[in-house]
C-alpha cells in the first residue's frame, strides 16, 4: 500500500495587509532583453575522458589545418582528451565590445568527463548567423564520477558540463531600441487589466495626466523624453515607483505527482454539501487441514478458506452557506478526514458541481 503525504498551501489564510511592489520587480522594459548565443568547440586536455568519433575526429583536424597542419587521409588519430561541446551564452543588454561574459559547455558526444579540460577559440553566433563573442578559457566542473573494473559506478552531479566564467570577449553588440522613439513600454511579469491601469494611474500621479497609457493586460505606454541622458534618469525614476498590483484571480493548483495542493485566498464557495466516506475492504487467505476419517481410507488435504471483511466509515456531511470562505473549506477538509488521496476528488467534485469561485489547474 502506498502513502501519499500532501502539503496544502494557503494563500489568504492569514491576511496581510496589501502590500507596494516597485515597478522594476514587477515589469520589463521592453527590447531591454538578453539574447542567446550558441557554438560548437572543442575541450582538449582531458585526462583520458574524451571521446573517439567521427565528428570528433573531423572537428580535430579541421582545428589542425587551421593551423597549417594536414593529417593523411588514411590516418585516424586516437584521441582519448579531445571532447566535442556545445558551447552557450546569454548576451546582456547593452553590452559593448571588449567586456566578458560567461559560458557554459555540456558534452555532446561520449565524453565521461570534462573535469580538467580547457576549451579552445570557439565563435558563438546569435539567432542570425552573426558571431558577437568568442569564447575560450580553463572549464569549471563541479561533477565527479569514478567507475570500477566490475562495471560500478559512482557519479556527483553532472561532470560532462561545466562553466567558464568570463570566458567569452564580447565582439559585437546589439542594437536596443530603448534609445528609438518618443514612448517606452513596461510589460508586466503577470498580465492583468488592473494591475495595468494601477501601474499607468501611477505614473500619471507623478509625471501628469496621458503620460502613461495602458495599452493592454501586459503593457503600459510612456512618453519619454529623447535625449538619452535624460531618458536613462526618466526611466531609473519610474522604476522606483512603488503601486499596489491587483490581486491574482482566484485559483487552485494541484500538483499530483508532488502532493501539493496551493489554494488562493480569493478562492470562495457557493451553497454546497459535502459528503465523505469510507469503506474498507480486507481479504485474507487462510489455509485449513483437513483430516479424513481413520476409517474412510481418505487422505489428508489442505484447503484455501477467503474471509473478507467489509467496514464502513461513518458518513458525515457538511453544509457551506453563500460566501464561505478558504478557511471554512480547509476546516471542513479536516473535520471531515479526507485521505490525501480523496482530496483532489473533493476539490474536483466541488468545481464540475460549480461552489469553487476560483479556477482548478492540475499541473
Known sequence: MRYFAFIIVLLGAI?????????????????????????????????GTGEKSSFTEQSFKA???????????????????????????????????????????????????????TLIQTFLKGVDGNVYAIAQGSLVVSGLGAEGADGSK????????????????VERSVASPFNQGDHITFNLHRPDFSTAKALSDTINDLVGP???????????????????????????????????????????????RTGTIVI???????????????????????????????????????????????ARDDTRAFVFDPGASLDDLVRAINEVGAAPGDLMAILEALKEAGAISGQLIVI
Open 15 to 47: 491576511h496581510f495587509p496589501a502590500s507596494a511592489e516597485r515597478i522594476k520587480d514587477v515589469t520589463a522594459v521592453e527590447g531591454v532583453r538578453n539574447n542567446q548565443l550558441v557554438g560548437y568547440g572543442l575541450v582538449v586536455g582531458l585526462p
Open 264 to 310: 488562493g485566498k480569493n478562492v470562495t464557495l457557493e451553497p454546497a454539501a459535502i459528503t465523505h466516506g469510507g469503506l474498507t475492504v480486507t481479504i485474507a487467505e487462510q489455509q485449513n487441514v483437513n483430516q479424513p476419517n481413520p476409517l474412510a481410507g481418505g487422505q489428508t488435504v489442505v484447503t484455501e478458506q477467503s474471509i473478507i471483511d467489509v
Open 154 to 169: 559512482v557519479l556527483v552531479n553532472t561532470p560532462t558540463v561545466g562553466r567558464v566564467p568570463n570566458g567569452a570577449i
Open 63 to 117: 582545428m589542425l589545418s587551421s593551423f597549417g597542419i594536414t593529417l593523411p587521409a588514411n590516418l585516424k588519430p586516437k584521441i582519448k582528451n579531445v571532447a566535442a561541446v556545445a558551447v552557450h551564452a546569454d548576451l546582456p543588454p547593452f553590452i559593448k565590445p571588449g567586456q566578458t561574459i560567461d559560458v557554459t559547455v555540456s558534452s555532446i558526444g561520449s565524453a565521461l568527463s570534462l573535469r580538467g579540460g
Open 210 to 256: 496621458n503620460t502613461a497609457t495602458a495599452m493592454d493586460a501586459a503593457s503600459v505606454k510612456v512618453l519619454a523624453p529623447r535625449d538619452p541622458a535624460q531618458r536613462v534618469a526618466y526611466l531609473a525614476t519610474l522604476e522606483n515607483l512603488e503601486f499596489e498590483p491587483a490581486d491574482n484571480s482566484a485559483k487552485i493548483i494541484v500538483n499530483s
